[in-house]
């Protein structure tokens, strides 16, 4: 259908809620749509952490734009995924407009929380409220001692339900970081945000403030819910809609594309997808935010357990391409040390986080996928030359585009790129 604000047509758009539900009139819309408009070639992209709607479409409309373009001939069909996340208003996304919170921080420093971080924390936490409003308090406070952390860390503690969204078999069911010291953890990730930037006021002296960590714990927190929320939406909500659109248009070749926790997500639809359907023709995850063991059948560090994703590859009719970065640090320092706290060394710093913690807490988005036999590596030059592999994991080095991006989120979000959109063609093999 044709959509104004966007750059590509035919464009529909999936909601789902929480529980992984999809808004019932889009969904069939889609399904009586798609046919219609003789679409060959179905392009699903799932955002990442995100604070809106506006948010999410704007970075669709960004990447889909050159695709017409580099397939002019091709019968493309395009979907945006809204779910509900989240994202902190201070983390900077290239090329993308800050918002008006982050402006006037910048300009006058404020709250540690501004109001647009408060209201997405207030969604992402709801009946949290009292907590939330003392976590803040005590942010701007910073009372001094350690019984002041350590009350922060109880809190933080109070914040995820634990209940949402499927076990990982290849990574703590919940990240130490909640039930480690809450002084060593504020103290450990104040020494990574020192090691990848300058203060906010452009000088440093001294020894990091473990209050500087505090804030990264309470984004950690955030960062689980919608961790264990994307595998939700995914394996109950877009894999069993993605069965029905097989039965309702079944020429339809789908192609799904996930940013960060999207990523998760559409891996997970993998898993929810029926056992007949084999419609998705290929997936490409953009800085996947879930382990890079996911899909291995034993993991190198406990060979008696499987990723969470075992084999899931082999449920697309093509191959699964990971992009991967190492100047992702959301992925390249604050996963590894989010899932296993480096209680031996705390002076690393950047991607050394990941190598002192060792290759059990990687994640997809880093280093790519792993213990996957027969995977393919390449890099960014490699997989545009093509052709990629018919089947099977395929790494590709994006760090030649994937690379800007300021603290604590590095290039984490840098993922707008006519090469990477040339990477989803590539892998769906469409001309």
């Not at 970081?177 to 103290?187: H, I, K, L, T």
């Not at 879930?290 to 190198?300: G, I, T």
């Amino acid at each position: 259908m044709a959509d104004p604000g966007m750059s590509v047509t035919p464009y529909w758009e999936l909601t789902f809620d929480a529980d992984g539900d999809v808004d019932g009139p889009e969904r069939d819309r889609l399904a009586a749509q798609v046919t219609e408009y003789g679409v060959r070639d179905l392009i699903v992209f799932s955002h990442g952490w995100n604070n809106d709607r506006s948010g999410a479409t704007a970075l669709y409309r960004r990447f889909f734009a050159p695709l017409p373009r580099l397939a002019p001939k091709a019968r493309l069909g395009y979907v945006g995924v809204i779910w509900p996340s989240m994202r902190f208003s201070d983390e900077p996304i290239p090329d993308f407009p800050e918002s008006v919170a982050a402006v006037a921080a910048q300009a006058a420093p404020g709250p540690a929380l501004d109001e647009d971080t408060r209201r997405a924390l207030l969604e992402t936490f709801p009946g949290r409220a009292a907590t939330l409003d003392r976590l803040a308090r005590m942010l701007d406070e910073r009372p001094d001692g350690v019984a002041g952390l350590t009350e922060f860390g109880r809190l933080v503690r109070l914040l995820p339900d634990g209940g949402e969204g499927p076990a990982d078999t290849d990574e703590p069911g919940a990240p130490a970081v909640f039930d480690a010291d809450p002084v060593s953890v504020c103290e450990q990730f104040a020494d990574a945000l020192a090691a990848l930037g300058p203060a906010a006021d452009g000088a440093r002296f001294g020894l990091p403030n473990p209050w500087d960590g505090a804030k990264e714990l309470l984004r950690q927190a955030a960062y689980y819910q919608m961790k264990r929320r994307a595998g939700t939406v995914g394996e109950r909500g877009l894999g069993p809609l993605l069965g029905r659109l097989a039965e309702a248009a079944p020429g339809v070749r789908v192609h799904l594309v996930g940013h960060s926790f999207g990523g998760r997500l559409v891996a997970f639809a993998l898993r929810g997808l029926p056992g007949t359907v084999r419609t998705v023709k290929s997936v490409t995850l953009l800085q996947g935010a879930f382990s890079h063991y996911a899909f291995a059948a034993r993991l190198p560090h406990a060979p008696d357990r499987s990723g969470t994703l075992r084999d899931g590859h082999r449920r697309v009719d093509g191959p699964l391409v990971c992009c991967h970065s190492h100047f992702d640090a959301a992925l390249g320092t604050f996963y590894p040390l989010a899932s296993r706290l480096a209680g031996d060394d705390r002076s690393c710093a950047g991607s050394e986080i990941a190598a002192v913690l060792g290759p059990q807490w990687g994640a997809m988005g880093h280093d790519g996928v792993q213990a996957v036999p027969g995977t393919a590596t390449l890099d960014l030059a490699a997989a545009l030359r093509g052709p990629l592999p018919a089947s099977g994991c395929v790494n590709v080095d994006v760090a030649a585009v994937v690379r800007r991006g300021g603290a604590p989120s590095g290039a984490h979000s840098d993922i707008v790129h006519p090469e990477l959109a040339r990477v989803v063609l590539a892998a769906g093999r469409i001309a």
